[in-house]
């Protein structure tokens, strides 16, 4: 089975359009590979290099000369591998009469990011790509992508079992092969100790010194892994947003397993049955809902706000120019509550939207409705469309 993802493909042509180069990030396993060649296909003298591959690497040794003569398309496929090459590609988008433009996919290394913010700043589009999301699988019914999660070999697996399978080995792989290979040393058993915990705080604030008594390290420590997670794309930090509202308010970000089919996994959750009567079934909605809400927005001004005296809002982005807040109910029938009016009021929300897991929106106020999670790819097209459509 293959998903067409029309999309992400339409950002790294528009990305190219205006850059010499385009860079495709995300985590291991999510797509990337499949798009570059769905793209190469369709540019006729496009040249691919895997630098998984030996032979690859080896015809990049001198990568002025390799590359200094290419034209057309021209696609590097985990770059982070060679972190030298940022330079390299910095002169040639550099000389004059330049016919050539570069794709970059990385896995979101610190490697990547260091050398695009060093040597292509400003000559550089960046795209992120996470796992399938609603508006590439279809969104009825939902369930399916929200149990097994966004990674396509996971998604499409062959049955319950198949795609539990896959995400425990995926976890495992991770852990011992990609972080060593992205030149982070960590040993294996406590990251993974640290990773299984934040499935557990999923959706919570963070709190360091909580998280360094239970690895037996230090503050400093748990944040080197809080931040080595985030930078691979597997954790969410969502920041909180404050400002002066003559209240107290929550200053450390909520943390989230970014895909709900591996929060499930480290979690021990097989199948959706098991996931019915968990503990941390609201907040996997909460999680999926947010993934779903920043994939489809493409925002970089998402954040939560919470008060210490009980006032709080999952997801706050701003949008050209205003605001918008969505709350996460996993409920049949959810309502106005204080929490929502004191968030409308004190952030001054356009409208705040209330996601629910049933099947028909309505509307509780002027500026409050209810909308179902099947509807939420149409709710980000129309937000992101430009002005006058």
Excluded at 94 to 115: E, I, M, T
Excluded at 206 to 227: C, K, M, P, Q, V
Excluded at 293 to 299: A, D
Aim: net charge neutral.
């Amino acid at each position: 089975m293959f998903l067409d993802r029309p999309t992400p493909i339409g950002r790294i042509r528009e990305a190219l359009e205006v850059h010499p180069c385009a860079a495709l990030t995300g985590p291991r396993q999510c797509g990337k590979t499949t798009l570059a060649r769905q793209i190469a296909a369709e540019a006729p003298g496009s040249t691919y290099f895997d630098l998984e591959a030996g032979i690859d690497r080896q015809r990049l040794a001198a990568p002025e000369q390799t590359l200094g003569r290419l034209r057309g398309l021209v696609i590097i496929d985990e770059v982070q591998r060679m972190p030298a090459l940022f330079e390299t590609l910095r002169v040639l988008v550099d000389r004059d009469g330049n016919d050539v433009n570069f794709l970059l996919l990385g896995s979101a290394s610190p490697q990547l990011v260091k050398g695009v913010s060093e040597s292509l700043a400003g000559r550089i589009g960046l795209v992120d790509l996470s796992g399938f999301n609603l508006g590439e699988t279809g969104s009825d019914p939902w369930r399916t992508l929200w149990e097994p999660g966004g990674f396509p070999r996971a998604f499409l697996a062959r049955g319950t079992r198949a795609s539990f399978l896959w995400r425990r080995n995926f976890v495992r792989t991770f852990l011992e092969r990609d972080i060593p290979q992205l030149g982070i040393n960590i040993p294996t058993e406590s990251l993974r100790r640290f990773w299984t915990m934040i499935a557990h705080y999923h959706g919570q604030t963070w709190n360091a010194a909580e998280f360094a008594r239970s690895l037996g390290s230090s503050e400093g420590t748990a944040r080197r892994y809080l931040d080595t997670l985030a930078g691979a794309f597997m954790v969410r930090v969502l920041p909180p947003w404050f400002e002066n509202l003559k209240k107290r308010q929550v200053k450390a970000p909520k943390v989230y397993v970014r895909d709900t089919g591996l929060l499930h996994a480290l979690l021990g959750i097989p199948a959706e049955d098991q996931l019915m009567g968990h503990p941390k079934v609201g907040a996997s909605f909460e999680g999926f809902v947010v993934e779903q809400l920043l994939s489809g927005l493409e925002s970089q001004d998402a954040y939560y706000w919470a008060t210490h005296a009980g006032a709080e809002l999952d997801l706050l982005i701003l949008h050209e120019g205003k605001r918008y807040g969505f709350e996460c109910k996993f409920a049949d029938a959810p309502g106005t509550t204080r929490s929502m009016r004191v968030a409308l009021e004190d952030l001054g929300l356009e409208h705040l939207w209330v996601v629910y897991p049933g099947d028909e929106g309505y509307v509780l106020d002027d500026r409050i409705s209810v909308l179902p999670v099947a509807e939420i790819g149409p709710l980000t097209d129309r937000m992101t469309r430009p002005v006058g459509w």
